[in-house]
């Protein structure tokens, strides 16, 4: 499975001096007794403790609890002067974001889209008249790997200064089998100068390219048959992603690709309802780890994802919902999440971080806004960008929560209270951040 982990790329060593987090006003350790991603009244427990301590040893969590306990620890007292401390007086520590839907593969803003948006043409017109997804396609493919791969790195650390340690990162602008391949390459390459974790993902069923126009069939045999298992046999991707969506892949090409992907070892994840609604339950079958966006969800497919969802691991899927994307678009609307949480389903939050819909790398300006637009509370926020993200990328055994044994990815927010995180719009609070155990 790749994943661009310390643990999966020499460089990337954990720090082994031990790092102890000290006067925790709050502490958000995620920790629950029930497995799975958190779902309906769970996905508001915190696992909160006030007055809280964390040691973390060789990049991992080793102890968590009541400050005066902690420091009673016999190791702790003996190899007091050998630990690096962090005093966190008045703050709030929380599991680093997992952002699990992020487009950084591209070269350039898209300004002329943006301006056309304002005034007032729709995603599908700026679409027809030559912009969106394909309008970022000239300038990757134009690109050395080395210069795709600068932007890449650019994005992650936009989102590591917010508090966000692990990413997954798609293609999805190159749409021919050497520019898709370049571009998850460039992501390799930046995942490898950056402190976090990433997980890579092959979204060459993006959109149809302008060379393939009313040749959909054509351009899915070579996601399916080229890309799909050079990604898989370069260890390029661990997932692969469908834009499905009219206009971009229809319902068969969709099953076509999920098939292909699971037979080189790949898992699948979709975007799914974004613009118009879409049945997702033959989806299903496939195990998707997630399924994103859900705006125009239907309630049939809300009940087969919420039935879905109480199977055992792996075979969850995470509905991810991206409101920066509603936000930016000037939708005036935004997914249900108060239904789908309700209903059962779990809910994850990413920022869809994409130069088109979303020039988004703040998780807490996410979290803001699925507070604001769609009526989740703080604590839900912080547990969809938090344990359930990690399950959306299925690494929860390491992240999404602060638990001995888990890798000690950690942010430090200068706040007095969690709830201030999603509070404080479009500000960063962000006072540091710990990946494998080391600040960076
Ligand atoms: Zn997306």
Not at 355 to 362: C, K, R, V, Y
Request: net charge neutral; glycine share 8%.
């Amino acid at each position: 499975m790749t994943t661009y982990s310390r643990d999966t790329q020499p460089g990337k060593k954990a720090d082994n001096t031990a790092l102890l987090l000290v006067k925790i006003r709050q502490l958000l350790t995620l920790h629950s007794a029930s497995t799975g991603p958190r779902r309906g009244r769970d996905l508001g427990d915190l696992g909160l403790i006030e007055d809280a301590a964390v040691l973390c040893v060789g990049g991992n969590i080793v102890s968590v609890g009541k400050g005066k306990d902690a420091l009673r620890d016999s190791w702790i007292r003996k190899n007091r002067n050998n630990i690096r401390e962090i005093d966190c007086t008045g703050k709030v520590v929380l599991p680093g974001f997992v952002d699990s839907h992020t487009h950084p593969a591209f070269t350039a803003p898209r300004l002329v889209d943006f301006e056309k948006r304002i005034a007032g043409a729709t995603y599908e017109q700026i679409a027809a008249a030559g912009g969106g997804i394909r309008s970022s396609v000239e300038g990757v493919r134009k690109a050395t790997r080395a210069a795709l791969a600068e932007h890449v790195l650019a994005g992650f650390n936009a989102m590591l200064a917010q508090g966000t340690t692990t990413v997954e990162a798609k293609s999805g602008y190159g749409l021919s089998l050497e520019a898709e391949l370049k571009s998850l390459e460039a992501i390799g390459d930046a995942a490898r100068q950056w402190p976090g974790t990433v997980v890579p993902t092959l979204l060459g069923a993006h959109v149809v390219p302008r060379e393939y126009e009313g040749r959909e069939e054509k351009y899915v045999r070579i996601v399916c048959n080229e890309m799909i298992p050079r990604a898989a046999a370069g260890k390029l991707a661990r997932f692969v992603d469908v834009f499905r969506e009219r206009g971009a892949c229809s319902p068969e090409s969709t099953e076509h690709i999920f098939f292909a992907a699971r037979e080189q070892g790949l898992g699948v994840r979709a975007h799914v309802c974004q613009l118009s609604h879409c049945e997702i339950a033959p989806l299903l079958k496939y195990d998707p780890a997630s399924l994103d966006h859900m705006d125009h969800v239907a309630d049939d497919d809300i009940a087969a994802l919420a039935a879905q969802s109480v199977l055992s691991p792996p075979y969850q899927t995470v509905a991810t919902l991206v409101p920066g994307a509603n936000h930016f678009l000037g939708l005036g609307r935004f997914p249900d999440a108060r239904k789908l949480i309700d209903s059962g389903v779990p809910v994850a939050l990413a920022t869809d971080y994409n130069p088109g819909t979303s020039p988004i790398a703040s998780m807490p300006f996410v979290l803001s806004l699925a507070c604001t637009q769609m009526k989740m509370t703080p604590a839900e926020t912080i547990a969809a960008a938090t344990i359930n993200g990690a399950h959306a990328l299925r690494l929860a055994e390491r992240k999404g929560s602060i638990e001995p044994g888990k890798d000690a990815d950690l942010a430090i927010f200068d706040v007095a209270d969690y709830r201030e995180i999603p509070y404080w719009m479009a500000g960063s609070r962000c006072a540091a951040v710990i990946v494998a155990g080391v600040q960076t």
